[in-house]
């Protein structure tokens, strides 16, 4: 496993393992398998693993922490705070006061047994909080050893630029993928860019879309997430599955996976560019690793993207847009 570097310093693996997936998001979770798929991921060196406390909620950091065990000073553990799980189970607020900051931050330290984190993220963008008074506190944090690194997630270019401005920012992390290129044109990668933010595409094989295999709503299980996906239903299903089969077809022909040609395409965007596919079986893990050795000439890398073109997917990513790049 090759590295890349997040921002100025931050050194990890070239994918990193996207942990959500562990705690019940997409099916019923299995401790055991995701436990194997996590010290298989480290056996291949998977140095960078990302969860968040509202994954659970709370369950994915305590179980990760707890499955990486007397490896955590071999890794970077990534974890986010302002999706804030209400006590009464009333769903989430977004909350970026600095006072929560601090309170969600020694939180996440405990449920991961660890005493620095390595990468925090601004979950979502409170737009009740000023970004300055959000990020004055996570600087706070920094100062304090108990962070090392500052991101953001889903922020817009000017928000990116405020933030950065408080503290320099290691990472961005949006999803990013074949379906899904809002960021090459709302300016979130050119601001990466210029100021020289890693990128970190969340998502990256379209929710395991790109495999082909999901043709029916019946095919995944009523905890599903992806059930009330507006890409996967109806209409927006079927569209989106036609460009499915270009990819396979391309794939085909170069010996691979389409999602392993998919995540292949995500790493040829940049050498900032650090994606972090989600999976808690280890078969899955071991096929997006081998993405890695995948060459891709620059007319391949232009060929796939006409796959899916920005704009032309079917349905929005989220039923509610509302939280994304503020």
């Not at 009464?88 to 660890?114: K, M």
């Not at 984190?117 to 970004?131: A, G, S, T």
């Not at 860019?193 to 929710?207: A, M, Q, T, Y």
Request: include cysteine; charge should be negative; charged fraction near 25%.
């Amino acid at each position: 496993m090759r590295n890349r570097t997040l921002g100025q310093s931050l050194v990890v693996s070239e994918q990193g393992l996207g942990c959500m997936s562990m705690s019940d998001v997409y099916g019923p979770s299995d401790k055991t398998m995701a436990r194997e798929t996590i010290r298989r991921a480290l056996d291949l060196g998977v140095s960078f693993f990302d969860t968040a406390d509202v994954y659970g909620p709370f369950t994915n950091e305590k179980f990760l922490g707890e499955a990486l065990g007397t490896h955590r000073k071999e890794v970077i553990i990534a974890t986010k705070f302002g999706n804030e799980s209400l006590p009464d189970g009333g769903g989430i607020r977004i909350n970026g006061r600095p006072e929560y900051v601090r309170a969600a931050c020694d939180a996440s330290l405990a449920r991961l047994g660890t005493d620095y984190l390595d990468l925090y993220y601004q979950h979502r963008v409170d737009r009740n909080v000023p970004i300055e008074e959000t990020w004055g506190a996570m600087k706070e944090l920094v100062t304090e050893g108990k962070v090392r690194f500052l991101g953001i997630s889903e922020a817009a270019p000017e928000t990116i630029r405020r933030a950065h401005a408080i503290h320099p920012m290691t990472a961005i992390q949006s999803e990013y993928s074949l379906w899904t290129r809002d960021v090459e044109v709302n300016g979130v990668l050119e601001v990466a860019h210029e100021l020289g933010i890693g990128f970190v595409p969340f998502s990256p094989i379209g929710r395991g879309f790109f495999s082909g295999s999901i043709t029916h709503l019946d095919e995944l299980s009523d905890a599903d997430f992806r059930r009330g996906n507006p890409r996967f239903q109806g209409e927006n299903l079927d569209l989106n599955l036609k460009r499915v089969r270009s990819l396979r077809e391309f794939a085909a022909a170069k010996g691979v996976l389409p999602i392993q040609l998919s995540l292949a395409w995500v790493l040829a965007q940049g050498g900032n560019i650090v994606p972090i596919p989600g999976t808690k079986r280890v078969s899955y893990l071991e096929e997006n690793i081998s993405a890695g050795i995948i060459e891709l000439t620059s007319g391949e890398v232009a060929q796939i993207g006409a796959v899916f073109p920005h704009g032309s997917t079917a349905g929005p990513r989220y039923s509610d847009m509302s939280s994304v790049y503020i």
